[in-house]
């Protein structure tokens, strides 16, 4: 079936235009002011934003469920919980955790994506557990495992379910996980990792693209003795290798760090994740104390998920689109910020040749929104999948 979208701001990549979409089935077939298409129903945006939709490539949870789960249910629920905000392709991602208990939220994913294609639902992302024991942050100590290569073939062996995996390429074995990762088409992301620039550097020919959210677990500037050194934050925006993940609640990085990160990557470089947890999407209120699916206890405070002593952020409770209107208020472009919650990240997991663009051939993976960027309505494969109630 063809619609027309009309009377509405459409986002595209390097503009807004007060423009139209074209659509037939589940992809987009042109962008411009004049159709003859007689045969396509109309849709009046009302003047809102008609965008791609956005893409959360790191995120563990939402409407109170994991991606630690062992229901495809539960999956299925946290998509649809980040489809409110505008998540028209969700890569649930895991915890560290034993090899064996990774390996079955792989096939809880891969059930899920089999029973609701209609959620945009990629696959599965392992935020490690092959990580320093240095730079845990919220994840639990006792799950930190040292690689060996029995065990990363465990992990990837489904090359067409995993989306990506971090790890730390300067512990024993680590870069070999890279290594793994590239020769099945896996991205590999340096991820809570202790590493020197130079290391961070070398890993780039060892498999490595990315860096997982950066500034948050990882090295960077300090004083060793008299002498600075630097880490692998200063690699990843240093190096055009490098991809950067970076976490937009404006709690885990301040204003001046986003507009550093913007200033040194650009929007075809760095890109927006949640890092949610299941208590995203939730509007929990502050002081509720959660115990996350690691044993990690944690509390909601300052608009945050922080453990409970207080010392260490714990992950955000903050949905893509919300972060989407931060970077407006750190100076990002429209059309900047999108391709940052969109294009980008599904670009990283090999997608950005299909997804991620309001452009003809793309897929009809659309989003309207309003000034707010309070999503109104989520089109995945050119069907509605979330209407706003008011």
């Known amino acids: 079936m063809k619609r027309l979208y009309v009377n509405a701001k459409v986002v595209c990549r390097d503009t807004v235009l007060e423009t139209a979409v074209l659509t037939e089935d589940a992809k987009i077939l042109a962008v411009g002011d004049r159709f003859d298409a007689p045969d396509a129903e109309t849709v009046d945006c009302g003047g809102l934003y008609l965008s791609p939709g956005f893409a959360d490539i790191h995120v563990h949870g939402g409407g109170g469920y994991s991606a630690m789960s062992d229901d495809p249910a539960e999956i299925i629920a946290m998509a649809r919980a980040h ?8 890569v649930p991602t895991t915890l560290a955790a034993p090899v ?18 209609e959620l945009g639902i990629l696959g599965v992302h392992f935020e490690g557990p092959f990580l320093s ?27 067409e379910i995993v989306r990506m995996i971090g790890a730390a390429p300067e ?3 680590g870069m070999m996980v890279g290594e ?18 130079e290391v961070a550097e070398q890993a780039l020919a060892h498999g490595y693209s990315d860096v997982t959210h950066l500034f948050s677990a990882c090295s960077a500037m300090h004083k060793e003795g008299i ?10 925006l240093a190096l055009d290798g490098y991809t950067t993940q970076f976490i937009g609640d404006l709690k885990h990085l301040p204003y001046g760090a986003i507009k550093l990160i913007y200033a040194c990557k650009g929007p075809d470089k760095a890109y927006l994740i949640s890092d949610g947890l299941e208590f995203c999407c939730c509007d929990l209120p502050e002081g509720t104390l959660v115990t996350q699916k690691n044993g990690q206890t944690a509390l909601v405070e300052d608009g945050v998920m922080k453990l409970r002593d207080r010392s260490c952020l714990a992950g955000s409770v903050t949905p893509l689109s919300r972060m989407v209107k931060n970077l407006l208020a750190c100076g990002v472009p429209l059309h900047d910020a999108v391709t940052m919650a969109s294009h980008t990240p599904l670009s990283v997991i090999g997608f950005g040749d299909r ?3 309001i452009a003809p051939g793309y897929d009809a993976d659309l989003i309207l929104f309003d000034e707010e960027i309070r999503v109104r309505t989520a089109i995945v494969g050119g069907k509605v999948q979330f209407r706003a109630q008011s």
């Open 83 to 90: 489809l409110a905000f505008g998540v028209t392709a969700i």
């Open 100 to 117: 064996e208990t990774l390996c079955a939220c792989r096939e809880t994913v891969a059930r899920a994506m089999a029973a609701a294609p």
């Open 133 to 159: 024991p240095r730079k845990t942050g919220a994840q639990s100590p006792g799950s930190i495992l040292t690689p060996t290569n029995e065990a990363v073939e465990q992990l990837l062996d489904r090359k």
């Open 171 to 173: 512990i024993e074995n």
């Open 180 to 197: 793994a990762a590239r020769e099945r088409g896996i991205t590999a992301s340096v991820a809570h990792s202790d590493a020197s620039f």
């Open 227 to 236: 002498f600075r050194q630097v880490g692998v934050a200063e690699a990843g």
């Open 355 to 357: 997804k991620g663009q």
